[in-house]
């Protein structure tokens, strides 16, 4: 009778550390499946158009330091507007000819970026996690939306935000950790 007990609170035991385990790997899962796992904030900045707010943006890097042409790096990006994928590759795009960037190569990136973007609502978040200058993913609240591979893309496209010569250069500051954010 006591080894019978014994049995029973030993199965019932192993049932439960077997569920311990189990939940772990798949609390391991999830965690995996964030694209930021593993990177730190760099930086948090706001923009603003005239008096609107349009949205928060994050920088982060592996340690938390940012150093041009070291990868991976993430830009996040929460949105405080709607605004239609068109006119965000618009912004883009412009952004691109203000730096500089020759007409026929923006155009290229514009093309590589306009299957993979979206509209986004207010309270959205687009992200972009570059492994390198020429390869990166685009999410949207977490869900990808696809890879994009084009030397110099990713390079560009975080350089609107963070080149020497950003149209923006306080959120430049703000994402570089240079200056706090009051957001």
């Known amino acids: 009778m006591a080894i019978t007990s014994a049995r029973n609170a030993f199965k019932r035991l192993s049932g439960a550390l077997l569920l311990v385990a189990i939940s772990s790997f798949a609390g391991a899962a999830v965690s995996a499946d964030n694209p930021l796992d593993g990177m730190s904030r760099v930086g948090k900045g706001k923009m603003n158009w005239l008096w609107l707010e349009l949205y928060h943006a994050s920088l982060y890097t592996v340690d938390g330091q940012y150093q041009h042409g070291r990868y991976p790096q993430a ?92 149209s923006e250069p306080s959120l430049r500051a703000q994402l570089l950790g240079e200056t706090s954010c009051d957001c």
């Not at 570059?130 to 696809?146: C, V």
């Open 75 to 166: 830009l996040e990006i929460q949105y405080s507007r709607d605004i239609e994928a068109k006119d965000l590759l618009d912004a883009t795009g412009s952004e691109w000819q203000k730096q500089g960037v020759p007409d026929a190569q923006v155009q290229a990136y514009l093309a590589k970026l306009a299957p993979v973007w979206v509209d986004v609502q207010r309270g959205d978040t687009l992200l972009l996690v570059a492994s390198d200058e020429s390869q990166g993913e685009f999410f949207h609240n977490g869900q990808s939306l696809g890879k994009v591979n084009d030397t110099g893309l990713m390079q560009a496209f975080l350089g609107i935000w963070l080149r020497d010569d950003t």
